[in-house]
C-alpha cells in the first residue's frame, strides 16, 4: 500500500526479490497539469507495468474493499507513504500483521512530513525506520532504523530520492527476517516522541524578517518545485537556492563582512554566484531564481537579465 515515487522505490525492491506480491492498494489518480487530467501515482504506474493487481479504493475501511482483502488473505501488508488510515481488520489480519516504512528515526518525527521537517529544523542526520504498525500515527515497536547525513545545503528532492533508495534497502532486510523469524520488536521511547504534520501552505511565502538560517532551510524543503515565493519590483518570483556559508577561493565572500541591512535588501553581488541578501539576523547568498512561469536562472543571470542595484529589496 502505497502512492508516491518514495513508496515507489520500496515497491521497485519488492518485485525485484523472490517474494509473491498479490498485488498493490493506491490513492485513486488525481487531476494534474494544465488540463487536469487524471494521473495515476507512482506505485500504481510501476505495478501496471509490473503486470500487479492494483486497487484504488476511496477509503480501505469500505467494506467491499474489506471483503476482497479478506478473500487476498495475504501474509504480510506493506504500507508506505499511503495516505489513508489502516483500519484494524488490515492491520491485525494478516500473519505477520502490517509494516510501514518511514523516513525519519522514530520517535523522532512522527508524522506526514518528516523529511521536510528534519531540513526545516537543520538536522544533520536522519534516516529511515522499519515499524510494526498499530493503531496509532508511527507508534509501533520498531523493526530496523538506518541514518543518512543530509547536507547543510541539500534540498528536499535530494533527500527524498536518498531516503526512498534506503528504505527500499531497509524494507527488503526487514521482509527477509520476518520470513525467517529473525526480526527484532523493539518499543519506542514515546517520552522522546516529536510530530512532523503536513506543511502549511503560508510556509512557502518567504519572510525575510525571518533569521537567514530558517529562510535558507525553507528554501531547501521547497526546492527545486514549488519554490519560495517572494516579490522585486512587484515581479513574483520564487527562491529556487541560498546559501549560507562563506565561500572561497575564486568565489571568495565572507558573508560575515556584511552589515544586516533592511530584511530583504540587496547587499551586494558575489561574481559567479549570485546576490547577497539581508535576512532579518544577518545576510545569506540567493544563488538561484525562477521568476513565475519562467526557467529558473542562477542568481548571477537573474541580477544582470534585471539590471539589479544594492539597496532594492525583495518583499
Known amino acids: 500500500m502505497g502512492t508516491p515515487e518514495f513508496a515507489a522505490e ?3 525492491r519488492l518485485i525485484e526479490s523472490n517474494f509473491q506480491m498479490l498485488g498493490v492498494v493506491t490513492q485513486p489518480d488525481k487531476p494534474k497539469g494544465r488540463g487536469l487530467e487524471l494521473q495515476p ?5 510501476l ?4 503486470n500487479l493487481p492494483v486497487w484504488q479504493p ?3 475501511s469500505n467494506p467491499n474493499f474489506l471483503e476482497l482483502f479478506t478473500e487476498l488473505d495475504p501474509d504480510l501488508v506493506v504500507v508506505v507513504a499511503f495516505g489513508q488510515k489502516i483500519p484494524g481488520e488490515i492491520l491485525f489480519g494478516p500473519r505477520y500483521g502490517c509494516i510501514n516504512v518511514h523516513g525519519s528515526l522514530l520517535p523522532k ?3 506526514a512530513a518528516p523529511i521536510q521537517w528534519s531540513i526545516i529544523n537543520g538536522d544533520p542526520i536522519t534516516g529511515i525506520t522499519t515499524m510494526y504498525m498499530d493503531e496509532g500515527w508511527d507508534t509501533g515497536d520498531l523493526i530496523y532504523q538506518s541514518t543518512l547525513a543530509i547536507d547543510p545545503n541539500e534540498n528536499f528532492a535530494s533527500l527524498y530520492t536518498r531516503l526512498a533508495k534506503l528504505g527500499g534497502e531497509l524494507l527488503l532486510k526487514t521482509v527477509r527476517d520476518l520470513a525467517t523469524g529473525v526480526a527484532p520488536r523493539i518499543g519506542q521511547e514515546h517520552s522522546r516522541a516529536t510530530t512532523a504534520p503536513k506543511l502549511n501552505p503560508e510556509m512557502q511565502k ?3 524578517n525571518d533569521s537567514a538560517f530558517r529562510i535558507h532551510n525553507l528554501v531547501r524543503v521547497f526546492a527545486p518545485t514549488p519554490g519560495m515565493e517572494t516579490f522585486l519590483n512587484q515581479e513574483r518570483l520564487k527562491i529556487i537556492e541560498t546559501n549560507l556559508s562563506d565561500l572561497t577561493g575564486d568565489l571568495a565572500c565572507d558573508l560575515a563582512s556584511y552589515q544586516a541591512g533592511i530584511p530583504g535588501e540587496i547587499l551586494a553581488f558575489v561574481k559567479n554566484r549570485g546576490l547577497v541578501v539581508s535576512a532579518g539576523d544577518k545576510p545569506l547568498l540567493v544563488s538561484k531564481v525562477q521568476p513565475v512561469g519562467k526557467k529558473a536562472m542562477s542568481g548571477v543571470e537573474f541580477s544582470n537579465g534585471r539590471r539589479l ?3 532594492m529589496r525583495f518583499n
Do not use: P
Not at 41 to 45: E, F, G, N, R, T
Not at 47 to 50: P, S, T, Y
Open 309 to 311: 542595484h544594492t539597496g
Open 41 to 45: 501515482s507512482a506505485v500504481k504506474a
Open 10 to 12: 520500496s515497491l521497485r
Open 58 to 60: 476511496e477509503s480501505i
Open 109 to 111: 518525527y512522527r508524522g
Open 47 to 50: 505495478a501496471l507495468a509490473n
Open 206 to 208: 518567504l519572510q525575510w
